[in-house]
């Protein structure tokens, strides 16, 4: 009820703007015209709303004044139309760029909340893990311990029992990949602290990954290619570089495994905007669109329990983030996997 009642003191109100003007035209009531347009839109109204408004107020004065002298006005008949019209306009431009505003904004709170989250989780991770892998860190060394005892033993008296000699590398195979799980979570609480950065050609990481790695890929048949023309020169952490090659790497031979087509390619390069660019790729299923938007994500794993932590991806990411870079998987690899690491490439300064 109040809304008809106010939109009926508008269009009174509009109704005498317009006459007013087309009787004796000014700027000032052209731009009362203008605002009261505007508070048309406001109150709900649409421009049919108006342009009817206004061809009844225009047909009123046409009446008065008579076919003759309206032929010599039609120009100042069409400006109040015209100016409701440029104000409907004006309105919805600004109610565009508003909601345009707004998204962006709303963009900008989603993007920060991800990366809070995201932080959230890696403190709380970082945390928890400094506080546990030391309690996990002493049994385990009781255990090694314990096994090289009971190892060194059976080697004295070899036959014995030699399934109990089996169990014992077993338990040793096992505590070694504890021990992995819990390194990888003491990183998790340490922040790019320790070793220090130099300059470096990331190449080097590459040539002593594969040369680390080459018995174990020639034993399963993987090929590799890899095309480095050129010095990729970085300031960074030698051995967290080296882990995040080497994390990738292995990724991608787990991934080729047992595949009838098995290749590795590592390509590098210097992008246009100064960062180095080294991208690891393989020729096996590529990941599951499921997975992609927990993959780096800690614990995510799809190996079979015993091969595989989770932390591979979300580790490398972290060291990659502490240099200042990034690590993406590239969603449009034509085929398998592909993972690029972005590092800000660094020539030794003078300084
Ligand atoms: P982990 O290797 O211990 O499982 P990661 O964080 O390194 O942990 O990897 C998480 C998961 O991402 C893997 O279990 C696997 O499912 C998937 N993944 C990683 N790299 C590849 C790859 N190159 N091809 C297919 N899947 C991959």
């Given at each position: 009820m109040a809304e008809k009642s106010s939109s009926d003191e508008l269009e009174r109100r509009y109704g005498e703007e317009a006459l007013a003007y087309l009787r004796d035209p000014s700027e000032q009531t052209l731009y009362h015209i203008s605002l009261l347009s505007k508070r048309f839109m406001r109150a709900g109204l649409g421009p049919e709303d108006l342009l009817a408004l206004h061809a009844s107020v225009v047909d009123a004065e046409l009446e008065r004044i008579g076919a003759e002298e309206a032929r010599a006005r039609v120009g100042q008949l069409d400006a109040v139309a015209l100016e409701a019209m440029i104000a409907y306009g004006a309105y919805h431009r600004e109610i565009g760029n508003l909601v345009e505003e707004l998204r962006r904004s709303q963009k900008e709170l989603r993007d920060s909340t991800a990366m809070l989250v995201h932080r959230g989780k890696m403190g709380a991770l970082g945390e928890l893990s400094a506080s546990i892998v030391h309690e996990i860190n002493q049994p385990l060394n009781a255990i090694k311990l314990t096994c090289q005892d009971v190892q060194r033993t059976l080697r004295r008296a070899p036959h014995e029992d030699p399934e109990l000699a089996e169990s014992i590398d077993e338990v040793v195979q096992e505590t070694r990949r504890m021990a992995e799980i819990v390194d990888g979570l003491r990183r998790f609480g340490r922040?790019?602290?320790d070793s220090p950065r130099r300059h470096y050609d990331l190449r080097d990481s590459v040539q002593r990954v594969l040369r680390l790695v080459e018995q174990q890929l020639t034993v399963c048949g993987v090929s590799r290619e890899s095309s480095l023309p050129e010095p990729l020169m970085v300031l960074g952490d030698r051995v967290q570089l080296e882990q995040v090659v080497m994390n990738l790497v292995s990724n991608a031979r787990d991934a080729v495994q047992g595949l009838p087509q098995r290749t590795i390619r590592i390509d590098g390069r210097l992008t246009g905007d100064d960062q180095v660019e080294l991208s690891v790729s393989d020729?096996?299923?590529?990941?599951a669109e499921e997975l992609r938007s927990t993959?780096?994500?800690?614990?995510?794993?799809?190996?079979a329990a015993g091969s595989g932590t989770g932390l591979g991806l979300s580790l490398s990411r972290q060291i990659a983030e502490a240099h200042g870079g990034s690590l993406q998987l590239?969603?449009?690899?034509?085929k398998g996997a592909r993972f690029v690491l972005r590092l800000p490439a660094r020539e030794p300064g003078p300084a």
């Open positions: 922040r790019d602290a020729t096996g299923p590529g990941i993959l780096f994500e800690p614990f995510v794993t799809t190996k590239d969603p449009e690899a034509p």
